[in-house]
């Protein structure tokens, strides 16, 4: 017997994807099995350019009318998002401007303790990194140089939005796997690293997963 329906002694329909959702987290068995496609047209988070994509309206239909929203709400604590590398608080200057292709391309630049660090993206959805932040040993050492204070977050944009979501869905708080930060790095050089000098990802891997125990823990 589904314990749930039985306390609030009402039919299973009649949950809400609010609902849905904590009672399959609980290991309880909901009215149906949840739907959630990662996809979240209520309020903003990683996917929300799909808004803006004509392609995904109807998926964006289906998921209002049959969906339980799970949504991430990441905690964007650096430059690089949530890698815990770069703090927010960290000077750094852009700048925009079209490439030979007439594309155009977003330029960031930071100064370390050890130097300047660059990294060249084309601004639309999808586009490629001209330039990564890491294409040496010298800038990942540039990038550690970099002091790590970690400023208090507010937190009112979360509660905004859990608030619009209400009982359509759930909104957690996450951060990015510390593995992301492998992302940051020129990915023929990765491939070489992660044979011959696998001390360089994990000393990366270590130092991301240390700060990030640091903000779930205080």
């Given at each position: 017997m589904?314990?749930?329906?039985?306390?609030?002694?009402?039919?299973?329909?009649d949950m809400?994807?609010?609902?849905?959702?904590l009672?399959?987290?609980?290991?309880?068995e909901?009215?149906?099995?949840?739907?959630?496609?990662?996809?979240n047209?209520?309020?903003?988070d990683?996917?929300?350019w799909?808004?803006?994509?004509?392609?995904?309206?109807?998926?964006?239909?289906?998921?209002?009318k049959?969906g339980?929203?799970?949504?991430?709400?990441?905690?964007?604590?650096?430059v690089l998002g949530d890698?815990?590398?770069?703090?927010?608080?960290?000077?750094?200057s852009?700048r925009?401007?079209?490439?030979?292709?007439?594309?155009?391309?977003?330029?960031?630049?930071?100064?370390?303790?050890?130097g300047?660090?660059t990294?060249?993206?084309q601004?639309?959805?999808g586009?490629?990194t001209?330039?990564?932040?890491?294409?040496?040993e010298?800038d990942?050492?540039?990038?550690l140089?970099?002091?790590?204070?970690l400023?208090?977050?507010?937190f009112?944009?979360?509660l905004?939005?859990?608030?619009?979501?209400?009982?359509?869905?759930?909104?957690q708080?996450?951060?990015?796997?510390?593995?992301?930060?492998?992302?940051?790095?020129?990915?023929?050089?990765?491939?070489?690293?992660?044979?011959?000098?696998?001390?360089?990802?994990?000393?990366m891997?270590d130092?991301?997963?240390?700060?990030?125990?640091?903000v779930?823990?205080g």
């Amino acid at each position: 017997m589904n314990t749930y329906a039985t306390k609030r002694n009402h039919s299973w329909k009649d949950m809400t994807s609010q609902e849905r959702l904590l009672t399959a987290l609980r290991r309880r068995e909901p009215d149906r099995v949840p739907v959630n496609t990662w996809l979240n047209p209520y309020t903003k988070d990683i996917f929300s350019w799909t808004w803006k994509d004509p392609s995904y309206r109807r998926v964006l239909d289906c998921v209002r009318k049959y969906g339980d929203v799970c949504s991430c709400y990441f905690l964007d604590l650096d430059v690089l998002g949530d890698c815990c590398l770069m703090p927010r608080n960290l000077k750094y200057s852009q700048r925009r401007f079209k490439n030979q292709n007439g594309e155009e391309e977003l330029e960031i630049r930071v100064k370390t303790p050890k130097g300047f660090l660059t990294h060249v993206r084309q601004t639309r959805f999808g586009g490629y990194t001209r330039k990564y932040w890491v294409e040496s040993e010298k800038d990942l050492e540039r990038l550690l140089s970099v002091p790590w204070h970690l400023k208090e977050r507010d937190f009112s944009d979360f509660l905004k939005n859990r608030k619009i979501l209400g009982e359509k869905g759930l909104i957690q708080v996450a951060l990015v796997d510390p593995a992301s930060v492998l992302g940051i790095v020129n990915h023929e050089l990765r491939a070489i690293w992660s044979i011959e000098k696998r001390h360089l990802i994990r000393t990366m891997l270590d130092v991301a997963f240390k700060r990030q125990m640091e903000v779930w823990l205080g």
